[in-house]
T-cell receptor, first 114, second 115 residues
Framework: AQSVTQLGSHVSVSEGALVLLRCNYS??????LFWYVQYPNQGLQLLLK??????LVKGINGFEAEFKKSETSFHLTKPSAHMSDAAEYFC????????????FGKGTKLSVKP | DAGVIQSPRHEVTEMGQEVTLRCKPI?????LFWYRQTMMRGLELLIY????????DSGMPEDRFSAKMPNASFSTLKIQPSEPRDSAVYFC?????????????FGSGTQLSVL
């Protein structure tokens, strides 16, 4: 069965600092992995996705994630945090062979201090 | 495109009442998903439709919950009778349904409070 685990429910960084949000996955088949972002009082938006084409995936707003099979990880990074990055971030994996049926992690709330 | 439209944005009701949440997917999208978000359980898939047909409803918590998609442009999620533990944010999402890896487009959600 597929699942994802996000380490740290809350991460706080200073503006300009590196952002690192951790996600580990469990999958019996090559996974399709996603990062979504949720701004306050809004629905989720796709940041980036991994579909086995390239291990380093670049997304919107300067975010990127690297798929590491040996570590079963798909951590999200951004070199320099901006105040507008404050939001909740969700890692997700597709369940089995189902199209679009995503299993989400519990989420990591990112705070950015001035 | 207006995106996925959900109504109402907020719903406050009393225990035992019927609640109906509505969703209009993006035009041309063939797959529609209902998710529930709570602090305790995070985001959970309740049910999803493909071409108006329910494909997987294993996430629907109880018989009190039902979902319909009478046509390609409208879906409802009904809770009858509602209970305080149903309080959550309910999201609707849609996609074209063409690829396993394609992204979902989410609505802004309905904040449900059952007193």
């Amino acid at each position: 069965a597929q699942s994802v685990t996000q380490l740290g429910s809350h991460v706080s960084v200073s503006e300009g600092a590196l952002v690192l949000l951790r996600c580990n996955y469990s999958s019996s088949v090559p996974p399709y992995l996603f990062w979504y972002v949720q701004y306050p009082n809004q629905g989720l938006q796709l940041l980036l996705k991994y579909t086995s084409a390239a291990t380093l995936v670049k997304g919107i707003n300067g975010f990127e994630a690297e798929f590491k099979k040996s570590e079963t990880s798909f951590h999200l990074t951004k070199p320099s945090a901006h105040m507008s990055d404050a939001a909740e971030y969700f890692c997700a994996v597709i369940k089995g062979g189902s199209q679009g049926n995503l299993i989400f992690g519990k989420g990591t709330k990112l705070s950015v201090k001035p | 495109d207006a995106g996925v439209i959900q109504s109402p944005r907020h719903e406050v009701t009393e225990m035992g009442q019927e609640v109906t949440l509505r969703c209009k997917p993006i035009s041309g999208h063939n797959s529609l998903f209902w998710y529930r978000q709570t602090m305790m359980r995070g985001l959970e898939l309740l049910i999803y439709f493909n071409n108006n047909v329910p494909i997987d409803d294993s996430g629907m918590p109880e018989d009190r919950f039902s979902a319909k998609m009478p046509n390609a442009s409208f879906s409802t999620l009904k809770i009858q009778p509602s209970e305080p533990r149903d309080s959550a944010v309910y999201f609707c999402a849609s996609s074209t349904g063409q690829l396993r890896s394609e992204k979902l487009f989410f609505g802004s959600g309905t904040q449900l409070s059952v007193l």
